[in-house]
């Protein structure tokens, strides 16, 4: 209709302004261009299963060039429906109908743009049926309904899986499977069931976004063969992410009526008030991380308390003696907030809340406790760009684009396909309206722009501070602010946002804050923005000198950066992206191996370690990606649980847990962890080691690295010989030198040091 009123519109126009003959014969002028229309185009067509019970699922893909919304009608003769129309076809592109015979079969699909339209006939034969006279009964298929405030069920679909179900019906992530059909307020799949004694498990989801968010469980022949979801809703929570759905309309509907009534006043479950500072005393100095030794912990991976198979604060509170042992001054906890991922934590549900599955918030401040007894500090990750899809901030911004909280986020009315990001659009469709999500639909973006969010977030870091945390690791900083397309990452603003966050907690005293911004971690580690950031360029070229044999010129140029101290170094972490677990990335050299360890922890002022790297520990076993670098803690050699749990654990254990764990590293001579223990002993003994002037003596290419810390009268040097052969030491350095440290046990320090050998030494 649109066109062909612009295409009357225009003819109107051309006319109105001398497109006819005039009174004095002049030329006529050129004819009117007429608007053309470009036939939508059925790229295919086709049936991707056709199951046992005679549900025929069909699949196509169209395109349009002039861009229009088009709608997709598929007409099947005999079949339970025997027409659908699928309103936005460029999106959806399956659809299930139900036969209830083995017979030929034609299928027409219609692609309409509103003003023309393209056909395609499909033939096939359903020959599956095992008694073409007895129609499926309620004993053969499970009925879902779904229930969602937006009454808009174009995305959504269900992913299978479970013994109950045909293998051919189970789908993947990416290719869920659509409604049945839509009717009145909700929508409506039947999934054919292979045995109603088994489990049968099915997730409702729109892209990553999944409402509610829980894997949903049942046992078809226990529970019955309807089952109701309901937005954000459950009957009861299982295991971990697991659920159960309702079995019945009645309760499904006063509990969606009930939802649907407090739509919009999610955030009244937040604690959202100002806090001001009053921070507990503490035994740490006001410069306690000039040269503290760092181990960053995930919690769910370190040590369980309670025998669930999820490790939580009571089991990193019985292992603190353990790390003060080892020489750790402080700790870097990874997400431990309430998250909607129940996994890595970065998906943040409660910016005031513990995770609950690692226990209260007592025992938080419990673990707080007990670390600062032992002279360790607490710094804890801080979620800032985004928030989780769950978050009651995002559920009520997106229940209406009226809602006062609407612009703490991002949203367009469509989805710009010209920001790229990581090698696709942030822009993330959903039922509320499109939003940008830097990282995935789950994760939302805040608007940082906003200062109701910045001082929202400043009074949840008092609200953490006031409780004995010593200060924050900031995730994902380089893309707090988008400049549009091609400006997406490390802009100027971020630092801006980072100083703002940092002048709101400036009242309290001795707070450390780094931040992870790979691609601006120079400007970051300012003091007019973050004040310390995470240095991964340097973290990769010692690994990298220690693999060549030799001094490489990228770790010669970190070395000499005006602000090195202010960049810790870190070797690996939970992320893939800074690189797999290092006994991997070496091969299990562990001469390399010391050799590399040596350089970060004696090359930086306040140095991070990942949990596990002190005892060599490998990726998890049948693994991959981040997490393979997220497993059980091995404090035993025992392969069932690690000594992590007396169960089964969340996860897959470490690959070399029989040959690397605590248990055997304490009673073995010579092992990394008695290598770690005694290089952070050092540290600990020789503060100058962190908070010396730096000076590099060496040179690119040089086998030996060689550099020197010297604060008022002393200089100490340090020297990490990177070739498995002996070699030469400029005589200069040595005179009068006394040893403070060497790996190899001998400390008569010469003009030659061994291969792969570490010196710390006075002159």
Not at 379 to 392: G, L, R, T
Not at 481 to 506: D, W
Request: with cysteine; proline share 5%; charged share 15%.
């Amino acid at each position: 209709m649109l066109k062909k009123l612009v295409f009357v519109f225009t003819v109107i126009l051309l006319n109105a302004c001398g497109g006819g003959t005039s009174s004095n014969n002049s030329p006529a002028g050129p004819a009117p261009v007429i608007p053309s229309n470009a036939l939508p185009v059925i790229n295919s067509f086709t049936t991707t299963t056709i199951s046992a019970q005679g549900l025929v699922q069909f699949a196509w893909s169209v395109s349009d060039n002039d861009n229009d919304s088009l709608s997709c009608t598929i007409n099947l003769p005999n079949a339970l429906p025997a027409t659908r129309t699928i309103n936005n076809c460029l999106i959806t592109q399956a659809a299930t109908f139900q036969v209830a015979e083995n017979a030929e079969f034609i299928a027409t699909l219609t692609v309409s743009d509103g003003v023309g339209q393209t056909q395609r006939a499909l033939q096939f034969a359903v020959d599956t049926l095992p008694n073409p006279s007895i129609p499926p009964t309620a004993e053969t298929v499970m009925k879902i309904y779904y229930l969602h405030s937006s009454e808009n069920y174009t995305g959504w679909g269900l992913h299978l899986w479970g013994q109950a179900i045909e293998p051919e019906m189970a789908t993947t992530w990416q290719t869920p499977m659509p409604p049945t059909r839509v009717e009145d307020d909700y929508a409506y799949w039947e999934v054919p069931l292979q045995d109603p004694t088994e489990i049968f498990s099915f997730i409702v989801h729109f892209g990553d976004l999944k409402s509610p968010n829980y894997d949903l469980i049942l046992r078809p022949s226990d529970f019955g063969y309807t089952a109701w979801v309901v937005e954000d809703n459950v009957a009861a929570v299982g295991e971990g992410i697991t659920a159960i759905p309702f079995a019945d309309e009645t309760t499904a509907r006063e509990v969606f009526t009930a939802f649907k009534a407090q739509q919009g006043n999610a955030t009244a479950s937040l604690d959202m008030s100002a806090v001001e500072p009053d921070a507990p005393a503490s035994s740490r100095a006001d410069d306690w991380y000039t040269n503290a030794n760092f181990m960053e912990i995930y919690i769910r991976g370190y040590q369980d308390s309670d025998g669930d198979g999820v490790g939580d604060f009571n089991g990193l509170t019985s292992r603190l003696d353990y790390l003060a042992d080892l020489g750790i001054t402080a700790l870097w906890l990874m997400p431990m907030m309430e998250s909607a991922d129940n996994d890595h934590g970065y998906e943040t549900q409660n910016y005031r809340a513990v995770e609950s599955d690692y226990g209260t918030l007592a025992d938080f401040q419990q673990l707080i406790i007990e670390a600062d007894r032992r002279g360790i500090a607490i710094i804890i990750d801080y979620v800032v760009n985004h928030a989780a899809s769950q978050n009651p901030l995002f559920l009520d911004a997106a229940s209406s684009v009226d809602h006062p909280l609407r612009d703490w986020f991002i949203w367009r009315d469509q989805i710009d396909n010209s920001w790229q990001l990581w090698g696709r659009t942030p822009w993330r469709s959903s039922p509320y309206g499109v939003y940008y999500g830097a990282f995935t639909e789950r994760m939302p973006d805040f608007n940082l722009r906003n200062p109701a969010v910045l001082d929202y977030h400043i009074n949840s870091m008092r609200f953490w501070l006031n409780l004995g945390v010593a200060g924050f690791r900031f995730d994902a900083v380089g893309v707090l602010i988008e400049n549009g397309a091609g400006r997406l990452e490390n802009q100027v603003e971020n630092l801006a946002i980072m100083q703002t966050l940092r002048a709101g907690v400036a009242d309290y005293s001795g707070v450390y804050i780094v931040c992870e911004a790979p691609g601006q971690f120079r400007a970051m580690a300012s003091p007019n923005a973050c004040g310390y950031a995470f240095n991964f360029a340097a973290g990769h070229a010692v690994l990298d000198s220690v693999k060549s044999g030799q001094v490489t010129t990228s770790l010669h140029n970190e070395l000499n950066a005006v602000n090195h101290d202010q960049m810790p170094l870190i070797l690996a972490n939970h992320d893939a992206f800074a690189g797999i677990r290092i006994f991997d990335q070496l091969s299990g050299d562990e001469a390399e191996y010391k050799v590399a360890a040596a350089t970060y922890l004696l090359a930086s002022a306040n140095p991070f370690t990942y949990y596990g790297e002190e005892i060599g520990m490998a990726g998890g076993l049948n693994l991959n990606g981040d997490q393979a670098l997220r497993t059980p803690m091995s404090w035993t050699n025992n392969t069932l649980h690690a000594g992590f749990s007396n169960r089964t654990p969340f996860r897959a254990l470490s690959r070399n847990v029989q040959t690397h764990n605590v248990e055997q590293a304490v009673q073995q001579s010579g092992s990394l962890l008695e290598f770690y223990n005694a290089i952070y002993t050092l540290r600990q003994a020789q503060p100058i080691l962190s908070q010396g002037n730096l000076t590099v003596l060496s040179h690119a290419a040089d086998a030996v690295l060689v550099f020197t810390r010297t604060e008022g009268e002393r200089t100490v040097y340090v020297a990490i010989n990177f070739a498995s052969a002996s070699r030469e030491l400029n005589t200069d350095w040595l005179e009068g030198a006394q040893v403070l440290f060497s790996s190899t046990g001998d400390f008569t320090l010469s003009g030659q040091i061994s291969g792969q050998s570490v010196w710390v030494w006075e002159n």
